[in-house]
């Protein structure tokens, strides 16, 4: 076996979180961990370059390729993050140095699923990939032992369990389908042959798969009736998760959903997958804005926007067609990037405060003007307004899907416009105002908060020609 | 033969919705893992005969997990954990016999009609499968949302996926089933392992609503 792209972005997390789980000291295995996320990242990049030949197991095409560049950039900017969180956090005794080992570990295991979820051709192995993946954030998530951090642990790990497990009989039944036109064996559970085939399935059996794939990977995804973990999970766990967590395996999730979404558009016969996803994705939006206005807790209430931003790209890629899908994938990139510069941010502010009540916090621009003004900017971005890059996605779902379903985009704008109410009120306390709670300097790493920003701005002032036409060939893909 | 063949697959996926149903009322914890050892039991049987019938010797090893792991090593487990977290004498408030048994032949009834309609043109043995599979698959989900203790819980969440492995293996020739029933095994045991190390009963400790405020973080 050759060590190419699609080899490398699975060798390098695996191998490394061998080496990182046998290695002590965290200092080293920080600066390793650093090393493998970025190895992978140059990995994920050389796709572009050399398209390595898919196989009945994995898989490369342009859809999965965006999928990674994102999940191993976000997953590299996260590790230098990382890396400065946890020398302050075994500083304060919060974790001890033997975790930190397991956690440096996990953190690779948790690359490794990811990428194999993404380039797996198979969709029995992408939900092994997806179920690695699941666990390992579990344990990510209970690291700290307490009582609300196990809590949280056990909620995600219950209701996690039950949307893979739904999400299962979806796939099996996906075979069922497949099985009389394909033939027994592994090529009914092959996404190149399933595409080709996809047209002479039975719809009736693709329809029931659909529902369910539905509920189990929109339980991942998060999708209204079927979040409740999402919140407990970012809250309790360590910050760097948090942001895996919203940034990376949210869009893992719904990368799986999409390609069975493509596989169904190819069946005349069988529902249109768009309504079901279009009222997922509404309710998801406008029930996470509300929700936003009641949060104390700082990680918690931007857990909440993630819901938000998932159910408008959701919503975005149920209306389908080119433009929408474009303007999904957009908002899909801009949210990870924003949402993962957030919870930089986020971290270190709990870190200085040693809070994550947003009551205890405030004055954050005068106590710590970098760290204050990074979060207001996060916050600017994630709200939507111009000139960043959240708002060009959001207007371009707006308008692309304003001529087909006015009624149903004015309930999405206003779920965004009550969600803007809700951020602007809770950074206000934040971020202005007489400053309350610890003044300690921060010990911060800005690098990635300010990366990830200025990628947001400039793709809100500019989109490189070759990035657009990128992201057309993806929606044209999506149909 | 071939009736023989279907009638004896028939009446082992028939009996696992049964058994489902028994654990549904079951307010003894003890109870109610004995029961999920029958479950367990059951299911191995009907893997075994399904690797018979599909001649496809390959699910034999699920059928034999499915008996060491489920039926004998996760039951045994269990007892010892509520000995330990001194649970087994607690009797558990659940939904009345007569609602839940309702509502379980309501979800039969549903998964019936769902799949026997979609799957019309599939060999009928498959078909009776997945309709029995979805069955212990909803009876499975239905206990955990009734029931409060995590051990209970965790108990609806092994038959929801016993459910899963019976449609699996009706698939016919599906291929990964063997690697999906082990993934499936460590997920539990990591569960099982969790409920010992962590020593959580219930989803919440306390009614308490300060409590609950506290673990939400929406206290000031």
Redesign the interface.
């Known amino acids: 076996m050759t060590l190419d792209g699609l080899t490398g972005v699975l060798l390098i997390p695996a191998l490394s979180a061998g080496l990182l789980a046998a290695l002590p000291g965290y200092r080293l295995s920080s600066r390793l961990n650093l090393l493998a996320a970025f190895l992978t990242f140059a990995m994920s990049v050389s796709l572009f370059v050399v398209e390595p030949t898919s196989g009945p197991y994995l898989l490369v095409d342009d859809l999965n390729k965006v999928f990674i560049v994102l999940t191993t950039f976000v997953a590299f900017t996260t590790s230098v993050f990382s890396a400065s969180y946890i020398e302050h956090e075994i500083e304060i005794g919060r974790l001890k140095p033997g975790y930190v080992r397991f956690y440096h570990a996990m953190y690779q295991v948790l690359m490794f699923a990811m990428n194999l979820a993404l380039v797996a051709n198979n969709i029995g192995l992408m939900w092994v990939a997806i179920e690695i993946a699941t666990l390992t954030t579990v344990l990510m998530v209970g690291i700290y032992r307490t009582h609300e951090a196990l809590e949280a642990a056990w909620k995600y790990f219950i209701l996690g369990s039950v949307g893979i497990a739904l999400a299962l009989f979806g796939t099996i039944l996906v075979y069922m389908a497949a099985r009389p036109v394909v033939g027994e064996g592994l090529d009914a559970m092959v996404w190149t042959v399933l595409v080709t085939q996809a047209a002479k399935f039975d719809p009736a059996l693709l329809n029931v798969a659909f529902v369910f794939l539905l509920l189990g990977y929109g339980t991942k995804i998060g999708l209204a009736p079927l979040h409740a973990w999402l919140p407990d999970a970012h809250a309790e766990g360590p910050t760097p998760i948090s942001a895996v967590l919203s940034g990376l395996l949210l869009n893992v999730a719904l990368y799986a959903l999409l390609r069975f979404k493509m596989l169904l558009a190819l069946n005349p016969a069988a529902l249109a997958p768009g309504p079901l996803m279009v009222t997922a994705g509404l309710l998801s939006c406008v029930f996470a804005a509300f929700m936003l206005y009641r949060r104390r807790d700082i990680k918690r209430m931007f857990a909440y926007s993630s819901i938000e931003h998932m159910g408008i790209i959701v919503f975005a890629f149920g209306m389908g067609g080119p433009l929408a899908n474009f303007a999904g994938l957009l908002h899909m990139t801009m949210h990870s990037l924003t949402k993962s510069a957030i919870f930089f941010a986020v971290g270190h502010i709990a870190q200085v405060k040693g809070t994550q009540k947003i009551a205890d916090m405030g004055g954050l621009t005068v106590t710590h003007p970098v760290l204050g003004w990074g979060l207001v900017l996060g916050v600017v971005a994630i709200a939507g307004l111009p000139p960043l890059g959240i708002f060009m996605s959001e207007f371009l779902v707006v308008s692309s899907t304003f001529s087909r379903a006015p009624w149903l985009v004015m309930i999405l704008v206003f779920g965004i416009l009550v969600a803007l109410g809700a951020l602007f009120l809770r950074l206000n306390t934040i971020a202005f105002g007489e400053p309350r709670g610890t003044s300690a300097p921060a010990e911060a790493s800005y690098v990635p908060m300010f990366t990830h920003l200025a990628i947001v701005l400039m793709a809100g002032i500019y989109l490189p020609p070759p990035l657009v036409i990128g992201f057309q060939n993806v929606a044209k893909l999506l149909g | 033969m071939q009736g023989l063949t279907f009638d004896i697959a028939h009446m082992l996926a028939g009996s696992l919705v049964v058994v489902s149903f028994l654990q549904l009322y079951q307010d003894r914890l003890s109870a109610l893992i004995n029961i999920f050892a029958l479950h367990a039991l059951v299911l191995a049987l009907s893997v075994a005969w399904q690797a018979f019938a599909q001649e496809a010797p390959h699910l034999y090893i699920t059928a034999v997990i499915a008996l060491i792991f489920k039926a004998i090593v996760i039951p045994v487990a269990l007892r010892r954990i509520i000995v330990r977290l001194g649970i087994h004498r607690e009797i558990e408030a659940v939904v009345g016999v007569g609602p839940a048994m309702l509502l379980g032949i309501g979800l039969v009834a549903l998964s019936m009609v ?2 026997l ?6 060999d009928p043995l ?1 078909r009776e499968d ?1 309709a029995f ?2 069955s212990v ?1 909803l009876l499975g ?1 239905l206990m ?1 949302v009734t029931r409060r203790n ?1 051990v209970s ?1 965790v108990v609806g ?1 092994m038959s ?2 016993n459910g ?1 492995v019976l ?2 293996t009706g ?6 089933v063997v ?2 029933s082990v ?1 499936f095994s ?2 539990i045991a ?2 099982v392992i ?1 409920i010992f190390l ?1 020593r ?1 009963r219930e ?2 400790d306390t009614v308490d609503m300060q409590e609950l405020d ?7």
């Open positions: 769902v799949m309609r979609v799957t019309a043109d599939a498959a997945l599979a979805l698959v989900l955990m995590a819980q969440f929801l996926e899963l449609a699996a698939a016919k020739g599906m291929p990964l690697e999906i993934a460590v997920l990591f569960i969790g962590f959580i989803r919440f506290r673990l939400r973080g929406e206290r000031r």
